[in-house]
């Protein structure tokens, strides 16, 4: 064979090699890159289900909260509930108007008749004053009071007051509502008389002393009160007797009860 022709073949053989050589360098990179597109895809996938998931959390946590808030109560809730289930005796029906609230009812001839109303659901206070008849005031008050671990205790006071007197026939009652239900709480006040004003006791099924609580509007003190302006028309006797004029009970957050300060 010919110099000529020896490298003649030499180049084919050598072209034969380069284009073998490309294919291969091709399917290789194809290769790769399938491999790199499924690792993103799976990536993508991956991202995509844990957007979904924290989708599904947030949700989750949303409707959580949004079933706290149904179910906290506030002090107007509750004295509606005490109504619904007689806990409470108060004729007359309580409605809002813009800022303003007011209680009615009524009577058998059609009239309108209207009790004076105060309601403050931010600090948890109710006060109505109903006239009746003309002869006096029965006020009723409803207090909220919170505890340390978010308990919710309710006190109801009722007393009447005209011209001669002020007096509490009974002591607040207090209340907790749980399960749907409301339990009478008996321990969560002292034991208390009249007679704690006087140094000497008298006969409470005989004598009217003019003494009654207050729940408070503002703050955690329910007072004991002796009236003072029925004692300066009593006899000397009376006035000389007095001990006390008044009793601060005080709410402790933490045991969820009233200690005399």
């Not at 009478?184 to 009217?208: A, C, G, H, M, R």
Request: proline share 3%; glycine share 4%; net charge positive.
């Amino acid at each position: 064979m010919l110099p000529l022709q020896k490298n003649n073949l030499k180049i084919k053989n050598m072209k034969r090699l380069s284009v073998f050589a490309l294919i291969i360098l091709s399917v290789f990179l194809s290769f790769c890159s399938e491999k790199q597109d499924n690792k993103s895809t799976k990536n993508t996938v991956k991202e995509i289900v844990t957007k979904k998931e924290t989708n599904i959390v947030q949700i989750k946590n949303d409707t959580t909260v949004q079933k706290e808030k149904i179910t906290v109560l506030n002090v107007v809730d509750y004295f509606k509930l005490l109504k619904k289930d007689k806990l409470i005796n108060f004729p007359y029906t309580l409605s809002k108007s813009g800022n303003t609230w007011k209680s009615t009812s009524t009577d058998e001839a059609g009239f309108i008749n209207e009790c004076g109303t105060l309601v403050d659901i931010k600090n948890g206070f109710i006060k109505f004053e109903d006239e009746g008849t003309g002869a006096g005031i029965f006020v009723t008050e409803i207090a909220l009071f919170k505890t340390s671990d978010k308990r919710s205790i309710l006190a109801v006071n009722t007393y009447f007051a005209d011209d001669i007197l002020q007096n509490s026939s009974n002591p607040p009652k207090f209340y907790e509502y749980k399960n749907g239900k409301f339990k009478l709480l008996k321990e969560i006040f002292p034991v208390t008389s009249p007679n704690q004003f006087f140094i000497k006791p008298y006969n409470l099924k005989k004598e009217l002393l003019g003494t009654y609580f207050e729940l408070p509007h503002y703050g955690t003190v329910i007072k004991f009160c002796l009236d003072m302006n029925y004692a300066e028309k009593q006899e000397e006797s009376y006035r000389q007797n007095i001990k006390q004029k008044e009793f601060i009970y005080k709410f402790d957050k933490k045991q969820g009860k009233f200690f005399l300060q």
